[in-house]
């Protein structure tokens, strides 16, 4: 019988025994105040799923019963899922097979601080300003994508590069799940290092917060994988499965 269940300390714990996989569905309890939080049989140990109403869906589970339940009665509306894990994706495509689906390879920094890289370019924060432009050359450009990203720079940290007055690189922090994205740099401004100045001075920004940075990384984007690759103290953790029962 699945259950829900107050945010707690308890649950939090729970999910940090497996720190780096469960580092996504940790965000997302902990920064959103909506989250509807599930366990199965009354026991921890079955597992967890958080999700919001027509929000993304979170889970930290395999256990097969619990997320045939789920997926027979909840949410009412969407079923998207975030980040999962894939051993846990798996499970479900067993169970129903989703109309789309996305693999990305997760990097989480595993260092103690970041290595600061030399430049001679200023890294500062994104303006509000700035959020239309960013939505343009946005990979996931929708219906929703404008207000998303106006919401992740006003209320939470990024960094970018201007070149003579022009926005060259950014790099923004997902709200849903905490990950590192968008990260983008202008056509005419690639092969000067301004990814990797933009991804250092955010990481800076979260580790002196006690956040742990984290990135997914689509699978055949070769270069932000060999981007992950270069930055110290930023490792493979898993692989995990964005996908959706809804177009």
Known sequence: MIKQVEKSEQILEHLRQNLYVNLNILHFIENHADVKILIYNNDMQ?????????????????????????????????????????????????????????????????????????????????????????????????????????????NLDSSCIRIDGELAAWCLVHDNDGSLGPLYTKEKFRRMGLAELVSYDLMEKLIAKGQIPCVQIVDDNTNSLNLAAKIKGMEYSHDCIWFGFVE
């Open 46 to 154: 079955n597992g967890v799923i958080a999700f919001e109403d027509d929000g993304w869906c979170f889970v930290a589970t395999e256990c097969k019963e619990f997320l045939k339940a789920f997926l027979e009665n909840y949410p009412t509306g969407n079923k998207l899922f975030s980040s999962v894990p894939k051993n846990s994706a798996e499970v479900i495509f067993s169970l129903s097979e989703p109309l789309w689906k996305t693999s990305c390879k997760v990097y989480v920094f595993q260092g103690e601080e970041v290595t600061k890289k030399s430049g001679n370019f200023k890294v500062e924060q994104v303006l509000p300003s700035d959020v239309n432009e960013i939505n343009e050359y946005y990979t996931y450009r929708g219906d929703w994508s404008l207000e998303e990203l106006k919401m992740c720079i006003e």
